[in-house]
């Protein structure tokens, strides 16, 4: 049984809490988060101790796993700080805003002997594993054109509008399609060339790219993202792969089993669910695969060299985005 | 007194569709269909009871008032000045041509002819399209601030895929499509084009797959997909579709969505049916209006060259693999 600690209790630490309630070998011991209130609320069904401090938790708390879901920025800090302290760390995507935090993380884990990997969860969804093996099975030939999407309204929901602040979270190319970029480099091979467009602050409350990016091994992709949507706008993430023997797709909206419609107070609202049990819900996955690394001195299955190639085309990307020329990816 | 109307060449199938347009219209008298493919021209004169022949100066010979012209893409521009100078108003199908130096020779033509040239963009004719653009001009979703365009399609056969003859492959054939629309949508001009793209996907040594990025002279960025990226059995051939981001809201819009799914076990077919009409009906009732008032055309020649304007840009950044300055028409 191996205990965790959560630092971070927003949307994804109340993702990764609801997790590890499916975990029967990990413990979440301890939540923190500055808000009191939150990491009380996360810690109820868990039995675990609430901080407002991470000083205090770690001190006082004995634990093999530190899970980090803080905003981007400050990731490594708190990474690097438990690595130092033998903790095991798993954390949230993007690794971290540069490449040089990104490298002292996976640096610092090595050099501590502890188990590091982030939380690129895409590669847990059973769409997206389904799809790649399918690919691999040979029923549509060889990759050569790819598209994603992965749509939604601007994140009006993080502490501090921490989203708007691209100084800290990136904005939606390192935020929201580093999952897409993540699991088609995993997927379908490295990246050479990169060619991108986003609105890079200059709308109020809506921002959108488009990537386009060329693999070294010649096939192309169009990665797309969008914190432009009305708010309101239903959740949507699609995907095609075109072989040279046929096509997938995907569209997480039109292929939903599952719409609830319903008139609260005057407000129509559309829900699309998409249930998963066991290890097909990619958070329990993503989290009991590392849970199992830590607890039979395994390899990690996301590897910081996997976040640092993923963080470096993204990097890639909002740099293209920014001079209006290709960016080459060394 | 009837509008006269002759085609010249079935070499692109799109011919098909437009005559069957022009000869359900009340007022028009189709004269003739010129095809050097004797075969094939025979045939289809006989299929709409006019008269063929194997040369088209012979049909232009009859003093059409308007010509449709549906030749491989590399006689477009011989064959619209021919037609122009013999005094037809002139459709085109698209590409406009297969450079913007031919391009521009065209409308030079047309302005030296006192007649009027127009290209085939049926998708500003199609029912979904004309709906979205109405709702976008209404203000609905306020100012587009991108676009992302996708003209999927399956790989055509014979002269489309010799560059010779039609100046390329998926990026020459499918950009301009969307450029067309994307620049009647936001009313304003390319400035700059980024493309990948490559034979990746069906082995006929011509580029099948392509994404391309353009940007505006208002700030507006749009992606086109002008891929043949789909295969023999997928259950449609065409796709033209758009998302539209706006400060206001989003638009997508799907011109052959409206479909039936048929399935025929006998031939082991998926197939979907468009129900709706296409956008060659409209097309080919604006060029006859054009022809009957000389009034100046929807999906003008002008359109035509600056949609063509895209895919060259396209083609030089495929090269270059930098971002590529449009060279407008009136520069060269």
Same mark, same amino acid.
């Given at each position: ?6 630092? !971070? ?6 993702? $990764? ?14 939540? &923190? ?12 069904? $868990? @039995?675990?101790? +609430? ?7 770690? +001190? ?30 798993? &954390? ?5 805003? /540069? ?6 993380? /996976? ?5 501590? !002997? ?5 939380? $690129? ?57 580093? $999952? ?37 091994? !010649? ?5 797309? @993202? +969008? ?16 072989? /040279? ?16 419609? /319903? ?60 001079? !209006?020329? +290709?960016?080459?990816?060394? | ?36 493919? #004797? ?8 299929? %709409?009871?006019?008269?063929? %022949? ?41 590409? =406009? ?27 500003? =004719?199609?029912?979904?399209?004309? #709906?979205?653009?109405?709702? *976008? ?51 304003? #001009? ?5 493309? #990948? ?23 507006? =960025? ?36 409206? *479909? ?9 077919? =998926? ?38 304007? *895209? ?22």
């Amino acid at each position: 049984m191996k205990k965790v600690a959560l630092i !971070g209790a927003g949307t994804m630490g109340r993702t $990764h809490c609801n997790a590890y309630l499916s975990i029967e070998d990990a413990k979440l011991v301890a939540v &923190c988060d500055i808000n009191e209130e939150k990491a009380n609320m996360l810690c109820e069904k $868990h @039995g675990a101790k +609430s901080y407002t401090d991470y000083e205090t938790m770690i +001190s006082n708390e004995e634990f093999d796993i530190l899970d980090i879901c803080l905003p981007t920025y400050l990731h490594s800090k708190y990474a690097i700080d438990a690595m130092k302290r033998g903790k095991n760390v798993f &954390c949230e995507k993007p690794i971290a805003l /540069t490449l040089e935090e990104a490298e002292e993380m /996976t640096k610092t884990a090595k050099e501590y !002997g502890v188990k590091f990997s982030v939380g $690129h969860v895409l590669r847990f969804f059973p769409q997206y594993k389904n799809a790649v093996s399918i690919v691999n099975d040979g029923k549509i030939g060889s990759p050569r054109l790819i598209r994603t999407t992965r749509n939604q309204a601007f994140p009006n929901w993080s502490w501090e509008n921490w989203y708007a602040d691209y100084s800290k979270s990136g904005g939606p190319i390192l935020d929201l399609v580093i $999952h897409d970029i993540d699991w088609i480099i995993a997927s379908f091979g490295d990246i050479e060339r990169v060619y991108a467009s986003s609105f890079n602050g200059k709308v109020e409350k809506q921002e959108h790219c488009m990537c386009i990016l060329r693999l070294k091994n !010649g096939a192309i992709a169009h990665v797309e @993202g +969008s914190w432009a949507y009305p708010q309101g706008s239903v959740f949507r993430m699609t995907y095609e792969v075109v072989g /040279t023997d046929g096509e997938i797709e995907y569209d997480s909206v039109k292929d939903s089993p599952i719409l609830i419609q /319903t008139n609260n107070d005057g407000v129509h609202k559309n829900e699309y669910l998409n249930p998963m049990y066991g290890n097909a819900e990619p958070y329990g996955a993503e989290i009991r695969a590392f849970v199992e690394a830590v607890d039979q001195n395994k390899d990690v299955v996301i590897k910081g060299e996997d976040a640092i190639k993923a963080l470096k085309v993204c990097l890639a990307c909002i740099k293209s985005s920014e001079t !209006g020329e +290709s960016v080459t990816i060394d | 007194m009837k509008t006269r109307i002759g085609v010249i060449s079935f070499e692109h199938m799109h011919a098909l569709s437009y005559t069957k347009s022009l000869v359900s219209m009340d007022g028009v008298e189709l004269v003739g269909i010129a095809d050097t493919d #004797e075969y094939r021209g025979a045939n289809m004169a006989y299929r %709409f009871g006019t008269k063929y %022949f194997s040369d088209y100066k012979d049909l232009l010979a009859l003093k059409p008032d308007g010509v449709i012209i549906c030749t491989n893409n590399s006689l477009h521009c011989s064959v619209s000045i021919d037609a122009l100078r013999a005094g037809c108003h002139v459709l085109v199908e698209k590409p =406009f041509a297969i450079n913007s130096k031919e391009a521009k020779a065209m409308l030079e033509e047309a302005e030296k002819s006192g007649k009027r040239i127009m290209n085939a963009f049926p998708m500003r =004719f199609s029912p979904s399209v004309i #709906e979205a653009k109405k709702a *976008v001009d209404s203000g609905k979703i306020g100012d587009i601030l991108c676009i992302t365009g996708i003209n999927h399609g399956k790989i055509p056969s014979g002269w489309f895929i010799d560059k010779n003859l039609s100046g390329g492959g998926g990026v020459m054939d499918h950009t301009v499509h969307l450029a067309d629309l994307i620049r009647w949508f936001t009313g304003s #001009e390319y400035s700059s084009v980024y493309c #990948e793209s490559g034979n990746l996907l069906h082995n006929k040594g011509i580029d099948d797959a392509g994404l391309v990025m353009a940007k505006m002279e208002n700030g507006v =960025f749009a992606t086109i997909d002008c891929s043949w990226a789909h295969v023999k059995n997928y259950p449609i051939w065409p796709q033209v579709d758009m998302e539209i981001i706006g400060t206001k809201g989003t638009l997508e819009v799907k011109a052959f969505a409206q *479909v039936n799914h048929v399935v025929e076990e006998s031939k082991n077919a =998926f197939e979907d049916i468009v129900w709706n009409k296409d956008g060659d009906e409209g097309l080919v009732a604006e060029f006859v209006d054009v022809v009957r008032t000389g009034k100046y055309p929807n999906a003008s020649g002008l359109d035509g060259a600056k949609a063509l304007e *895209v895919a060259e840009a396209a083609y030089r950044s495929v090269k270059s693999h930098k971002n590529e300055k449009v060279i407008h028409i009136e520069e060269i």
